[in-house]
């Protein structure tokens, strides 16, 4: 019998609303929100629940936003399904500290107070450098790394066999789609991004994240947690601690962590939290008829565990 995995939401995926229908239907749900607005010292859940959109975007807002909400899809889950087993967990960027929290490696407090902290660093790094991302479909590995050496761009996102997004200035991810188009890319599009995220150009973020996590103590997964850097499982709580400092400017291997989690076994895949997108980056690296499913509201949990449970 494969294994079940679940992946949690990125940023990028919130949407105003997110949660609401969970929080009001389990009151773990909402004690997930009411616990968030305490240690932050602020509404989150009413940004969440109520908008406006300009402000659940922002970094420091959106991705302790995420978090929780991805947590109280998990948690909602759980409850209806209390028996369900999870053989590994992973997420993308964000979403990875959704997965380290999941497995047990650091408190629901702690990891807010990390995001509270990154999500306004990496806040304060977009607004100090003008910068960007493009998403590039259908380009191999070597035209990839020819766009990066012409145009100043680093390597982002590995989504997919086929997909790359790409990270840096302005000026310079322009000339990377431009220059993609010419190469042939079946898509090059410049990303509605605060900036350049998983690039050179987050590097002040990364001491500020040092000092917090420092303060926190990061226990040994339950279970393998896929690092993004690696596209492989963490190892100690210290490598831990040094993959997440060196995923603020590092390489998101997305497609080489899902090759990794198929072949230990996985071939059930559950995405917890705002979005679809993971799902449907899963679809085109997972074998063809991989079971999917997704949770971000009440109608979707409904759709999944009457699915598992039948």
Same mark, same amino acid.
């Given at each position: ?11 990028? +995926? @919130?949407? &105003?609303?997110? /949660?609401?229908?969970? =929080?009001?239907?389990?009151? #773990?749900?909402? *004690?997930?929100?009411?616990? %968030? ?124 066999? +086929? @997909?790359? &997004?790409?990270? /840096?200035?302005?000026? =310079?991810?322009?000339?990377? #789609?431009?220059? *993609?188009?010419?190469?042939? %890319? ?125």
């Amino acid at each position: 019998m494969s294994k079940r995995a679940i992946i949690f939401s990125g940023q990028g +995926a @919130q949407f &105003v609303g997110m /949660g609401k229908d969970l =929080a009001e239907a389990y009151p #773990a749900c909402k *004690a997930l929100y009411d616990k %968030a607005d305490e240690v932050l010292g602020y509404e989150l859940s009413k940004i969440c629940f109520e908008g406006p959109a300009e402000e659940l975007t922002k970094s420091n807002h959106a991705q302790p936003a995420i978090f929780v909400t991805s947590i109280a899809c998990y948690t909602a889950l759980k409850e209806k399904l209390p028996e369900l087993e999870v053989a590994m967990v992973a997420g993308l960027s964000l979403g990875e500290w959704s997965a380290l929290h999941a497995a047990g490696a650091l408190s629901f407090e702690d990891t807010l107070r990390v995001l509270a902290v990154r999500g306004q660093a990496m806040q304060d790094a977009c607004e100090e450098k003008d910068g960007s991302m493009v998403s590039v479909i259908g380009l191999n590995a070597d035209q990839l790394s020819e766009i990066c050496e012409k145009s100043g761009v680093e390597l982002a996102n590995l989504n997919s066999e +086929a @997909q790359t &997004v790409l990270s /840096g200035e302005r000026e =310079a991810v322009e000339k990377a #789609a431009a220059l *993609a188009s010419e190469m042939g %890319a079946k898509r090059a599009i410049v990303l509605n991004v605060a900036g350049a995220f998983h690039s050179s150009l987050m590097a002040s973020a990364t001491p500020k994240l040092e000092k917090v996590l420092s303060t926190v103590e990061i226990k040994e997964p339950s279970i393998p947690v896929v690092a993004n850097v690696t596209g492989q499982a963490h190892g100690s709580s210290q490598e831990i601690f040094d993959t997440m400092l060196k995923q603020v400017t590092g390489s998101v291997h997305w497609y080489e962590g899902i090759n990794a989690m198929t072949a230990a076994g996985v071939g059930e895949f559950i995405e917890c939290g705002p979005g679809k997108v993971l799902t449907g980056l899963v679809k085109r690296i997972a074998e063809r008829g991989t079971p999917l499913y997704n949770i971000q509201d009440l109608a979707s949990l409904e759709k999944t565990v009457a699915a598992l449970a039948g």
